[in-house]
């Protein structure tokens, strides 16, 4: 990986990068911290060979989320959508403020909905002048095949436990290992489940297990309200579960495949409320969830 990244930066340096970079794979906090480490060697403005200095106005901008001609594209709750990529692309049309490249960088890319990634792709067929655009995706097959095809792909392989925790700085690595232990060792979902709580979640997974072992509808009341991220975030877990239960011979297949069912309605806006009820329901249907 470090030769990759070293490649990467050597291109940069002689501003030769790729207009547009497609990273897939590893953890999203290591993709932004690559991303932003480019947009500084795009923009540094010291005379060492080896940028970025770190040191200069155009590094330290970059680096506290500052510079005016650095520029994001995040989901909102779920999705990015095509109101979101329209609003983005005046930004990235509009003229060099300061820096001497525009960097655009689209976070959770795989998660554009159809008509925003082919607005997407009208920008990319386009792009300004001096500008590079870095899509950060978990998956890149989640990505629509008309902008894979046009992107320089950078793979970032997964990181291990003992290095994922180190990159957390924090004094509780019991609990973080947990957070890592229920997302099926995914970083990326092991963060966002830290962010929102290991015991709150587990405490709804275990409520959501006994109300469809036990089928028992009203138990379903207790777990709401609910919002869309939390809601996809239950689900995923509940997806890394079903998915070890199936290896180990405890879970049937079909479960995996409604839970599937529901995070893709979810990403569609359904109602987080309707999708769990519904998601319960059919698994009633199949002897419940987690039975022995």
């Known amino acids: ?65 500052n510079h005016p001609d650095i520029s994001w594209l995040k989901p909102l709750k779920t999705t990015i959508g095509i109101d979101q990529v329209l609003a983005w692309q005046e930004k990235v049309y509009l003229k060099h403020y300061e820096g001497i490249f525009k960097v655009s960088i689209v976070e959770q890319a795989d998660l554009l909905t159809l008509p925003a990634a082919n607005s997407l792709l009208k920008v990319i067929e386009e792009p300004p002048e001096r500008t590079v655009i ?11 095949p008309t902008i ?33 232990n229920l997302s099926g060792k995914n970083q990326n979902l092991a963060t966002e489940i830290l962010q929102h709580g290991v015991e709150l979640l587990q405490d709804w997974l275990n409520k959501f297990r006994k109300a469809v072992i036990e089928k028992d509808f009203l138990a379903l009341f207790a777990l709401f309200p609910l919002e869309k991220n939390q809601a996809l975030l239950y689900l995923q877990v509940l997806a ?53």
């Open 134 to 144: 870095i899509l950060c995706s978990e998956n890149a097959e989640g990505i629509l």
């Open 1 to 65: 990986m470090n030769l990759q990244l070293d490649l990467l930066e050597k291109a940069a340096r002689e501003y030769r990068l790729a207009h547009l970079l497609l990273f897939h794979g590893g953890s999203a906090l290591y993709q932004r911290e690559v991303a932003l480490r480019l947009a500084q060697v795009l923009n540094c403005i010291s005379s060492t060979i080896d940028r970025p200095c770190q040191e200069c106005s155009p590094c330290r901008k970059i680096l506290s989320g």
């Open 240 to 292: 890394v579960q079903a998915q070890e239960g199936i290896i180990n011979g405890m879970i049937h297949p079909f479960e995996f495949l409604a839970i599937g069912k529901a995070i893709d309605l979810l990403r569609q806006q359904a109602n987080p409320r309707l999708v769990i009820e519904v998601l319960a329901l059919e698994l009633f249907q199949q002897g419940g969830a987690y039975s022995d």
């Open 148 to 180: 894979q095809s046009r992107a320089q792909l950078v793979y970032f392989p997964d990181l291990t436990e003992e290095t994922w925790l180190t990159s957390l700085e924090t004094e509780d690595e019991k609990t973080a290992s947990v957070a890592f």
